[in-house]
Antibody
Framework: EVQLVQSGAEVKKPGESLTISCEGTGYTFGNYYIGWVRQVPGKGLEWMGI????????KYGPSFQGQVTISASKSDGTAYLQWRSLKTSDTAMYYC????????????WGPGAMVTVSS | DTEMTQSPSTLSASVGDRVTITCRASQSIGLYLNWYQHQPGKAPRLLIHRASTLESGVPSRFSGSGSGTDFTLTISSLQPEDYAIYYC?????????FGQGTKVEMK
């Protein structure tokens, strides 16, 4: 089955580090960009950034540049979203999405992973 | 960066109503515009890409139109399962910004 499988919900304290993951199955993972989208509770969708598996250089939205690191491994078939030092304002649902080859739309989405940052 | 502005923010409608949501880009994005449906507790769902191409499996009551800076998503006859939040998204150049969303609620 073609799907994106995300890691589970996380509860962390401010200042802690965190990496969440998104595994692609049922398709050739390395052929498609993977992006990340944030949804703060009660708010809309925010495009965080995107990476092509195996490429070292991700592209970031202006609000997320320097705040998170996006990467993806062809060998693992997995994309990652990493924080070095979490803030309470990082509390949100995080979705990964596969960028369709031609249209550029996110045609496949993971179920989302809730990250809660609280002291 | 190009901003995406949707209107209205909230729309109250009944089953069977024709619903229209608009999305305006602050500069021309050609046909590089997508529409998504997002229901609580679910992942977003791609409805339309390239402004007017219906994604496979999406009911034909959904349609998209427009180009350049002005785009429209239309639901020809609203069904109970269509109550949701709808987002437009540019995908011409990074960042692939979303609109702020339009909530379609029960009248």
């Amino acid at each position: 089955e073609v799907q994106l499988v995300q890691s589970g919900a996380e509860v962390k304290k401010p200042g802690e580090s965190l990496t969440i993951s998104c595994e692609g199955t049922g398709y050739t993972f390395g052929n498609y960009y993977i992006g990340w989208v944030r949804q703060v509770p009660g708010k809309g969708l925010e495009w965080m950034g995107i990476v092509l598996p195996g490429d070292s250089e991700a592209k970031y939205g202006p609000s997320f540049q320097g705040q998170v690191t996006i990467s993806a491994s062809k060998s693992d078939g997995t994309a990652y979203l990493q924080w070095r030092s979490l803030k309470t304002s990082d509390t949100a649902m995080y979705y990964c999405g596969r960028r369709a080859f031609i249209s550029g739309a996110f045609d496949l989405w993971g179920p989302g992973a809730m990250v809660t940052v609280s002291s | 960066d190009t901003e995406m502005t949707q209107s209205p923010s909230t729309l109250s409608a009944s089953v069977g109503d024709r619903v229209t949501i608009t999305c305006r880009a602050s500069q021309s994005i050609g046909l590089y515009l997508n529409w998504y449906q997002h229901q609580p507790g679910k992942a977003p769902r791609l409805l339309i890409h390239r402004a007017s191409t219906l994604e496979s499996g999406v009911p034909s009551r959904f349609s998209g139109s427009g180009s350049g800076t002005d785009f429209t998503l239309t639901i020809s006859s609203l069904q109970p399962e269509d109550y949701a939040i709808y987002y437009c998204q540019r995908c011409d150049v990074y960042p692939y910004t979303f609109g702020q969303g339009t909530k379609v609620e029960m009248k």
